[in-house]
Antibody, heavy 123, light 109 residues
Framework: QVHLEESGGGVVQPGGSLRLSCVAS????????MHWVRQAPGKGLEWVAV????????HYADSVKGRFTISRDNPKNTLSLQMSSLRTEDTAMFYC????????????????WGQGTQVTVSS | QSALTQPRSVSGSPGQSVTISCTGT?????????VSWYRHHPGKAPKLLIY???KRPSGVPDRFSGSKSVNTASLTISGLQAEDEADYYC?????????FGGGTTLTVL
């Protein structure tokens, strides 16, 4: 059974940093691209970043480019999102999600999602 | 990277059909067949309803169907049920990024 569990959320001041993690189980983590998606309060879903199954390719939304870094540790079945220079508008629930096809750079849709971890940027 | 355009809200009575549109450009919706649709209840994980424009994952009833014409994708929900009341999002591959629509709230009257 596929399971994704996010952690690392919390309250941080503007300009601060935070590292989110997503531990995967129930599937061969190293075969799938992984995404971070967020939802700000009262807003819609926003794609944040993706990393290919082998870590070779990373892409980011313009809103986070240069501030966030996505990475993965395949032996530890762990996806990470290092967030720096955080802004109040980064306040959101952050979800990790598994891309649909194995051994694909990515196609962008996900059948499996975690329950999310809340990030609040506030002074 | 602009969000795809969806109507803010749609509504229908139980048993009726509703269609939600999702308009993009030739660089996203019109350029690829990697269009998907999600149902999202706040506080829960989004549920994949449609992928590759028209395909349904295992377990999604055939009341849900997808289509695309040029730069606009559509999700049709037939035989509306009370449990369908939720937020719906379209999503498209856009080359070096993924775009979501702004979301549509479906109200079952």
């Amino acid at each position: 059974q596929v399971h994704l569990e996010e952690s690392g959320g919390g309250v941080v001041q503007p300009g601060g940093s935070l590292r989110l993690s997503c531990v995967a189980s129930g599937f061969t983590f190293s075969q799938y691209a992984m995404h971070w998606v967020r939802q700000a309060p009262g807003k819609g879903l926003e794609w944040v970043a993706v990393i290919s199954y082998d870590g070779r390719i990373t892409h980011y939304a313009d809103s986070v480019k240069g501030r966030f870094t996505i990475s993965r540790d395949n032996p530890k079945n762990t996806l990470s999102l290092q967030m720096s220079s955080l802004r109040t508008e980064d306040t959101a629930m952050f979800y990790c999600a598994r891309d649909f096809l194995p051994y694909s750079d990515y196609v962008g849709y996900s059948e499996f999602w975690g329950q999310g971890t809340q990030v609040t940027v506030s002074s | 990277q602009s969000a795809l355009t969806q109507p803010r809200s749609v509504s229908g009575s139980p048993g009726q059909s509703v269609t939600i549109s999702c308009t993009g450009t030739s660089s996203d919706v019109g350029g690829y067949n990697y269009v998907s649709w999600y149902r999202h209840h706040p506080g829960k994980a989004p549920k994949l309803l449609i992928y590759d424009v028209t395909k349904r994952p295992s377990g999604v009833p055939d009341r849900f169907s997808g289509s695309k014409s040029v730069n606009t994708a559509s999700l049709t929900i037939s035989g509306l049920q009370a449990e369908d009341e939720a937020d719906y999002y379209c999503c498209s591959y856009a080359g070096r990024s993924i775009l979501f629509g702004g979301g549509t709230t479906l109200t079952v009257l």
